[in-house]
């Protein structure tokens, strides 16, 4: 290989074609003189135009001084090299790193020289170890390209914003499980919004064994093993609920507000009670038909109850899943659109309280499409509030532009599978992590069950990898109507 071009931070690199160079690909620019070297990725290989490669080529050849003249003589042996160049790829690398005495900088200000330096590919290990990827509590997301194993650092999700996305079907929801389950035997707490019913089975093996998680998987299913009992509700996680999922304006919330108080005074608070004390509230006609509005869809959705034993399921999981690890598995398969809020703002309210009273260190939220539940309010507060709170969520989407931008440019770390589609591209393009010349070029040729991984957890080199397997029944199949011909 040899140095071509500089321009900014692409270096232009001629490879021949036996030197096997792919997209995705590590290089390093080591300059024996400078005692430096350069670390570029490959983000495209082109073919090398011919002309300008040969002026470079011939400039390169040995020049003896014995130039004979003949008809069948081929005096500087262009020949090999003609077809040489005709296969001759030109790769684009982004410079990601110079090397010095060891050390990584992110500095690409200097000028490897063009004749002294030498070019050769990086392996992965190597590079893993240069940027101390590996850590102390090391989760295998699965294989590079060169059959290298490459393991992340769970701390580098600790504290975190991740974003996996990809088209469909490409495998996010399997990474999700595999991140999750592995932070899970770290004894992290972790939540699920779980949209598909596709992670209640992560305790199982695949034939349907018990795994070391058993213990440790929480589902929790509204309206049947999951219910609020009023007498626990917080008025404050309440009124969230009414205001943000149901919509109740200001001016009946405050009415609502006293409602509650007069009768959590008298130790009355159930549901008969509060139906009862809104009819025979005194007020507007129209405040008091809003609350009886909001005052059904609570009772419809069939998520309160005044059985306190029967309401304990939350609180027990988390106090589990606090002391060895665990995740909660909130189940949202087959709830209602205005119930999925419901919930949502539910446990959101509640594990800000927890955090707060330190009931709860920390919580990795994992939320599968959450613009199907999240209020537009609580986007900003996941990168702000909610982050300094202790809950450092994974969004996982197959549509990114239902994540909000600023969400892409807070972001610490991307997982991003295959996208071919232009808007797709463009909209994940814009985090802040990566260039977009990087996201395109390398995320439109992903295979399935690759991914690119970007940010913190790969120390800023963006790294494919194909995700290793999990033993666990998996239950997020499409339902198809010609499985047994499939
Ligand atoms: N690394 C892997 N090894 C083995 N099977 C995998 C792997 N990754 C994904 N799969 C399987 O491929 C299928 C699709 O994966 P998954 O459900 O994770 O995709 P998805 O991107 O979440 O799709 P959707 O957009 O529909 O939610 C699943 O059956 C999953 O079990
Ligand atoms: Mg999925």
Redesign the pocket.
Known sequence: MKLYRKEGNILQILSSPNENIEKGDYLLVEDSDANKALIAQVIDVQFASVPGVLEELLRSLPDDGELVQGEDFDPLEIAPHVTYIQDASLLMCRIRATVENGNLSPSSSWLPSRSQSSIKKLPIPKLLELAHVNGRLPIIL?ETKDSSPLAIDATHLDGRLNIIT??????????SKLLMTSLVGYKATVVVFDLNG?YLSLGMTSDGKRNANYDKIHVLTPSQNFQVALKQLNLHVLLGILIHALHLPGTSAREFRRIWQSLREKNMLSLHELGEAIRNWNCNQHVRDALFARYHSLLNSGFFTDNVAEAAALEDSMLKAKEEGGALIVNLRSTSAIDRQIVVEYVLGKLVESLTSMKLKAVFLFAEEAHLYLRETYWDDIVTRMRHFGIFTTF?T?QPDTIRENIYRQADNIFL?NFTNEHDLDVVSRAARVDAETVRSIARDLP??HCLALGKVVKDFPMVV????IDVK?M???RLFFKDLA
């Open positions: 699965g990809g088209k469909k079907e490409t495998g996010k929801s399997h990474l596709e996982i197959n599978f399935p069950q194909k995700t290793k397997t998996t997020g199949e499409t």
